[in-house]
């Protein structure tokens, strides 16, 4: 029953290393987003994808490509981490746009070391 | 650049109180504003989400107004209950076709 699901919950790994979040919503929707909450809980959009093709790019740092195999999969891989990437990372979907209630994924809480 | 702004930052009272969170943005030129409830470690769960066109969304004990004119909303939140303790964060949809969030309201309703 789950609307939006993330893997992992928890993520602690060394600098340098190269992970990757999985997103999948069984919603239907055509949007996807990956949001970033930092640790004075401050939530900022990193990518937004509608029907695989990517709509927004939030001057992101190039270490992260976000991945859309399909429409119900966004995924996040980020090469080279960096402790500043430390934060929560949260997946949403939407029917069509932002102009519709989004959805949000439990968050991965992601741990640079 | 939109800038989104709740106040107060956090707010303690106790149970059975009527209380009010606001939310104010710098641009009026949305398409809608939404409020969000987040629990600790946990994602977002949308609450209400207001048009442009509309001044205002009801459910249940929870009544948010828009004011785009002057920038404003306010969540109203009625007979409060220590399970509405959370941190509630307001995001408007501008133009540019992304959510812009406040830096929420942290809520503790005791009892």
């Known amino acids: 029953d789950t609307a939006v699901s993330q893997t992992p919950k928890y993520l602690v790994t060394q600098m340098g290393n190269d992970k990757s979040i999985k997103c999948e919503q069984n919603l239907g929707h055509d949007t996807m987003y990956w949001y970033k909450q930092d640790s004075k809980k401050f939530l900022k959009i990193m990518f937004s994808y509608n029907n695989k093709e990517l709509i927004i790019n939030e001057t992101v740092p190039n270490r992260f490509s976000p991945k859309s195999p399909d429409k119900a999969h966004l995924n996040l891989h980020i090469n080279s981490l960096e402790l500043g990437d430390s934060a929560v990372y949260f997946c949403?979907?939407?029917?069509?746009?932002?102009?519709?209630?989004?959805?949000f994924g439990p968050g991965t809480r992601l741990l640079v070391l | 650049k939109q800038e989104v702004t709740q106040i107060p930052a956090a707010l303690s009272v106790p149970e059975g109180e009527n209380l009010v969170l606001n939310c104010s943005f710098t641009d009026s030129a949305i398409y809608n504003l939404q409020w969000f409830r987040q629990d600790p470690g946990k994602g977002l769960t949308s609450l209400l989400l207001i048009q442009s066109s509309q001044r205002e969304q009801t459910s249940g004990r929870l009544n948010a107004s828009l004011d785009k004119s002057s920038g404003r909303s306010t969540l109203y939140i009625a007979a409060s209950q220590p399970g509405d303790s959370a941190t509630y964060l307001c995001a408007v949809s501008p133009p540019t076709d992304k959510l812009i969030f406040g830096t929420g309201t942290r809520l503790q309703v005791f009892p």
């Open positions: 949403a979907s939407s029917q069509e746009t932002v102009q519709e209630t989004q959805y």
